[in-house]
């Protein structure tokens, strides 16, 4: 009777977390069409892409899952992040580093790759069991600027070695475009992976036709989709991307995601949208759907429609281009040193929310770094500025010749924010 107590008393502690018995995670075909079951239950993903913050937001704006790019042996950072998503009803793709050959890997020495699948599969064993876990995402672009292909032969030796310490959760890889000799290339060396995972920006609208030139009839998740990448963006006269201001970000992903990716109910399980959070990838704002200092973007509220059918109460300002001197950032600006200038930043608030500006001036960056690569915020420029109160501002132009980039932000004092930016350069005349 006392040792009954005991393990009662025990049970009650422990908490129902740590007791839950993993996800059943399957993808079948019914009707013609590649399904993921979560315990017997239809799951398609409406996800985006962090590293584990900001998942109440994702949650309260309809998303149902995350993925991130690394995992590793911290289990008890690992094991918080997971818990958490566990309450807030996400499930996650767990990301596995992988070596990259640009990086330095070498696919050709035997003992590295034996252990990098070694590290692996104690990674797995760390978190198969937990409820929260979604499926396996095994390295991120292995195809990015690689020339060995042994690392296929690699990647289908993690995932049957994932299958092996996991039964419960499907195993993918994702690649940064794809064509019929890569998928040749999966098919003959890693044909135990359950599905692929697509990384599509600009260029997302031709996906249909890339799966059906390549051969590709299996299950795929977009694993990384967002605005038109700064690779694929018009240039300035001096090479530098224009970037599209945060509300033409926001009408291109409903569209990518309605006319592509929710279109596809055949092959196609989901997507991980591209950032829920935010980096500095040629500009501080040029991928992320919040702003450094955290505000929502019209990105945000364009997801939630999509995933729900719904905007929010709130919703984040409007902006039109950036105009500088009267010109856009397509007329490749440029400034002579210490003469004044004026910008307008035209924006609009659907709630009539009081709007206030923030302007600031970044040296251009130099940056060359591929696949989402670390990169520093260029420095900022001293900048005196003189408002109008309507959006409009005027500033003198830096007295060094050189590339630079004007950027505003516009806040509607609830959380949300939109923005715009464009490059010009100063040169004596």
Do not use: C
């Amino acid at each position: 009777m006392l040792q009954r107590l005991f393990v009662s008393i025990f049970l009650l502690a422990v908490s129902p977390l740590v007791l839950a018995a993993p996800s059943q995670v399957r993808i079948v075909q019914q009707e013609g069409a590649y399904v993921l079951l979560v315990d017997g239950a239809p799951f398609r993903v409406k996800g985006a892409g962090m590293g584990g913050e900001g998942q109440e937001a994702l949650a309260a704006r309809g998303g149902n899952s995350f993925r991130t790019w690394s995992t590793g042996l911290d289990e008890a950072r690992v094991r918080v992040m997971l818990d958490r998503a566990q309450r807030n009803g996400l499930k996650v793709a767990m990301g596995i580093e992988v070596g990259n050959e640009r990086h330095g890997f070498d696919y050709d020495d035997a003992n590295a790759v034996k252990k990098q699948r070694e590290r692996i599969r104690r990674e797995v064993a760390l978190y198969k069991d937990h409820p929260a876990v979604l499926m396996w995402v095994v390295g991120n672009e292995l195809n990015l600027h690689y020339s060995n292909p042994k690392v296929w032969d690699a990647v289908g030796g993690i995932a049957d070695a994932i299958h092996k310490e996991d039964p419960n959760h499907p195993v993918m890889t994702t690649l940064a475009g794809f064509d019929k000799k890569l998928i040749d290339l999966l098919k003959a060396r890693a044909p135990s992976l359950d599905l692929i995972g697509i990384q599509l920006y600009g260029d997302i609208g031709a996906l249909p036709e890339k799966l059906q030139s390549s051969g590709w009839t299996g299950p795929y998740v977009v694993t990384e989709w967002g605005p038109t990448g700064h690779w694929e963006s018009p240039l300035t006269t001096w090479k530098a991307p224009i970037e599209d201001d945060a509300s033409r970000k926001a009408a291109l992903l409903q569209q990518r995601y309605e006319q592509v990716i929710a279109s596809d109910t055949k092959q196609g399980l989901g997507s991980y949208v591209f950032l829920w959070g935010n980096k500095q990838e040629r500009t501080p704002t040029w991928y992320g759907l919040f702003l450094p200092s955290g505000e929502s973007t019209p990105a945000v509220d364009a997801m939630q429609y999509v995933w729900t059918g719904a905007w929010p109460a709130n919703r984040a300002p409007s902006i039109q281009p950036l105009r500088l001197d009267g010109r856009v950032a397509l007329d490749s600006i440029t400034l002579a040193p210490g003469k004044t200038y004026t910008a307008q930043a035209k924006a609009h608030d659907a709630e009539g929310d009081p709007l206030r500006y923030r302007w600031t001036v970044l040296h251009e960056s130099t940056a060359t770094s591929i696949g989402g690569d670390r990169e520093d915020v260029p420095p900022a420029v001293a900048l005196a500025v003189q408002e109008d109160g309507k959006g409009g501002m005027t500033f003198t132009a830096p007295e060094t010749a050189g590339m630079y980039r004007l950027f505003v932000e516009v806040h509607d004092g609830q959380g949300h924010a939109a923005y715009a930016n464009l490059p010009f350069r100063v040169e004596a005349r």
